[in-house]
């Protein structure tokens, strides 16, 4: 798998790169394209919710000083905040079923309850917690394409930026310069 593209900042400050100083430059002006210069907002959905509250001001925080809070990035981190505090009541309601299941567990060897009651208020728990399982792994699975895929990630955003300048008119008017793009297999167009 091929390594995430560097942002120029990044070219700039290691001094030394594969690219020209055209292909630098258009990178750069590229990046820019990519940046509204405008922090992410948070919704009000995420201001209601204290969980997603506090997930959103500390991702908003680690965005800011890296310099990628950007308005482009905003509604899929609201997302992941939501996502990220359902997560949190799924977890605390499968731990909250696993307790019951030791009381029921314990009640049984008490002889509290019957055997009817006991299997019946397992395979009841049992079921909620498949379930709340499955919402979780499927909340977990939302946030993971979010963070890949929408620009939260560092490497999505530079998936996004081009590589390469566009042509010069004059090297595609080069005799010798289309015999060479020809041979090598190096067709741009």
């Known amino acids: 798998m091929?390594?995430?593209?560097?942002?120029i900042k990044t070219?700039?400050?290691?001094?030394?790169?594969?690219l020209t100083k055209e292909q630098i430059a258009f990178r750069a002006e590229a990046e820019k394209i990519f940046s509204t210069d405008k922090p992410f907002i948070e919704n009000s959905e995420v201001k209601k919710n204290k969980i997603a509250h506090k997930k959103f001001i500390e991702l908003a925080e680690i965005f800011e000083e890296i310099k990628l809070s950007d308005a482009l990035t905003g509604e899929p981190i609201n997302l992941y905040?939501?996502?990220?505090?359902e997560c949190v009541n799924l977890e605390k309601k499968i731990k909250d079923n696993q307790k019951r299941i030791r009381v029921i567990e314990?009640?049984?060897?008490?002889?509290?309850?019957?055997?009817?009651?006991?299997v019946e208020l397992l395979s009841a728990i049992d079921k909620a917690l498949f379930k709340y399982d499955s919402l979780l792994m499927s909340r977990r699975d939302m946030m993971i394409k979010i963070a890949r895929e929408s620009l939260m990630t560092v490497s999505?955003?530079?998936?996004?930026?081009?590589?390469?300048?566009p042509k010069d008119e004059e090297l595609d008017k080069d005799p010798m310069n289309k015999f060479i793009?020809?041979?090598?297999?190096?067709?741009?167009?």
């Open 11 to 18: 070219i700039n400050s290691e001094k030394r790169s594969h």
């Open 81 to 85: 905040c939501v996502l990220y505090s």
């Open 2 to 7: 091929a390594r995430p593209s560097k942002t």
């Open 181 to 189: 793009v020809k041979r090598n297999g190096l067709d741009y167009g």
């Open 156 to 165: 999505s955003k530079l998936r996004a930026v081009p590589k390469n300048p």
């Open 106 to 118: 314990k009640q049984y060897k008490n002889k509290e309850i019957n055997v009817a009651d006991y």
